[in-house]
């Protein structure tokens, strides 16, 4: 049964949740389809869920589209998944602006399509001072890219004397890297059963709860999301300390 809303108590909602969205191919494959069928299925996935986030009172929605490594998939596959994306960002945009939620992508953009840079930019300039809720998406993501991104950043700094050595600690690593005017995840799910966080906001998820459903992407919606919203209000969170 779904739990209504005001059910998961205000103080112990996450601000930021933050998913890596797995399981579209076996999905698929256990309904003898072919891959695509179940990438369309995990967009409508997305879909309910940027939704049920809103509804649920979600202040940051971060999720994993394609990283950095599926360009290794094949390249029918690689194609379905741009296609999707183009498909996304010229059908949701309108929504999302109606919902009062800002679009955020982060990922490296220089290998994606012109055609695709120019939605993006277009669904953010839109969409930049909506305030109910912000949905990043994880587009040719990489988090150890993104570490790398940023040291290089800093040690060109440093090189230029623009960058006090003794000035760098966790705080000012954290400016230089996508995520810099977002807090760090309270929650990171990951579907399909699979337990690893697959390169993804490996800085940021440091002291993140994760949580592990055994579900497929497609099959995820708001009541998935509620149950694990509910998990992680029973979470002890020390950071760390330690609690007498």
């Not at 072919?34 to 940027?50: F, I, K, L, M, Q």
């Not at 919902?99 to 300039?125: M, V």
């Not at 708001?222 to 919203?229: D, I, P, R």
Request: charged residues 30%.
């Amino acid at each position: 049964m779904l739990e209504a809303p005001h059910s998961i108590a205000e103080t112990t909602l996450p601000r930021h949740v933050a998913i890596i969205m797995d399981g579209n191919g076996r999905w698929a494959k256990a309904r003898h389809l072919p891959r695509a069928a179940g990438h369309r299925e995990g967009a409508e996935a997305v879909r309910r869920t940027v939704t049920a986030s809103r509804e649920l009172g979600i202040e940051f929605l971060t999720i994993y589209a394609f990283s950095s490594e599926n360009w290794k998939r094949p390249d029918e596959e690689v194609s379905d998944l741009m296609g999707l994306l183009r498909v996304y960002l010229q059908r949701e945009i309108k929504e999302l602006d109606k919902q009062g939620i800002r679009l955020r992508i982060i990922g490296d953009k220089t290998q994606l399509s012109a055609d695709i840079c120019k939605l993006i930019d277009d669904g953010e300039r839109k969409t930049t001072d909506n305030s109910d809720m912000v949905l990043t998406i994880a587009i040719n993501y990489g988090g150890q890219a993104e570490l790398a991104m940023a040291m290089r950043c800093i040690a060109e700094g440093v090189k230029e004397g623009k960058i006090n050595p003794d000035d760098i600690d966790e705080e000012f690593i954290s400016k230089h890297l996508y995520t810099r005017d977002i807090p760090d995840p309270d929650l990171v799910i990951r579907t399909s059963g699979e337990q690893r966080l697959s390169n993804f906001l490996l800085w940021q998820a440091a002291y993140s709860e994760l949580m592990f459903v055994d579900d497929y992407w497609p099959d995820f919606d708001k009541q998935k999301l509620v149950s694990a919203l509910n998990a992680f209000a029973e979470r002890d969170r020390r950071f760390g300390a330690r609690k007498e």
